[in-house]
């Protein structure tokens, strides 16, 4: 089982950034995609951006150009830099984890509140 730990979240005014941080531990399979989707109240949860152990990643059209997704796969940690923050960029970011083979884990998720 993998748990997944964030940190990084909290309140900043539009324009400003924010580095969120995901440190994952248990068994992990070293052929996998982390990475954020987030979730505001009342909506779906979406992708926000990916990256695969071979380093392929996917951004959400909504914050390419102002996100960034890296890994340290030694540390199993995925961070994400977010600039230019919006506030239609606040919402509850979740950590994900997804090996090859199996079910994803999730983190419990940061709260990240841009303000106008």
């Known amino acids: 089982q993998v748990q997944l730990v964030e940190s990084g979240g909290g309140l900043v005014q539009s324009g400003g950034s924010l580095r969120l941080s995901c440190a994952a531990s248990g068994s992990i399979f070293s052929i996998n995609t982390m990475g954020w989707f987030r979730q505001a109240p009342g909506m779906q949860r979406e992708l926000v951006a990916t990256i695969t152990t071979g380093g392929i990643m996917d951004y959400a059209d909504s914050v390419k150009g102002r996100f960034t997704i890296s890994r340290d796969s030694a540390k199993n940690t995925v961070y994400l830099q977010m600039n230019s923050l919006k506030s239609e960029d606040t919402a509850v970011y979740l950590c994900?984890?997804?090996?090859?083979?199996?079910?994803?884990?999730w983190g419990q998720g940061t709260q990240v509140t841009v303000s106008s």
């Open positions: 994900y984890f997804k090996p090859l083979l199996g079910s994803p884990s």
